[in-house]
Nanobody, 123 residues
């Protein structure tokens, strides 16, 4: 499975962005998926996760109410709608797939990663 994240960019504080993660292959719909982010000098941080059907989602506390993860398995694509963005959200955002777990906040539980897309929020 290959993943490609895109949709990042430069946005002002309070703005919105929608990230997409396109997956190759026919197995995307079988697996849980997630979003992580990494800011310069910091460890990779959990953002959101979604089960393979999309029926359950999980968010880091600081993202709840601002970010929404969703997926369209027919299109092999996952999305992250980000609203009310803050400068602290500036990071490279990565999408990933987990083959072995239903849902996880741990990077080590994810087996495939996209290349990341830069999100920059200006103050």
């Amino acid at each position: 499975v290959q993943l490609q994240a895109f949709g990042g960019g430069l946005v002002q504080t309070g703005g919105s962005l929608r990230l997409s993660c396109a997956a190759s292959g026919r197995t995307f719909g079988r697996y849980a998926a997630g979003w992580f982010r990494q800011a310069p000098g910091k460890e990779r941080e959990f953002v959101a996760a979604i089960t393979y059907t999309g029926g359950n989602t999980d968010y880091a506390n600081s993202m709840k109410g601002r970010f929404t993860v969703s997926r369209d398995n027919a299109k092999n694509t996952m999305y992250l709608q980000m609203n009310s963005l803050e400068p602290e959200d500036t990071a490279v955002y990565y999408c990933c797939i987990a083959q072995r777990v239903w849902n996880s906040r741990r990077p080590d539980d994810y087996d495939y990663w996209g290349q990341g897309t830069q999100v920059t929020v200006s103050s």
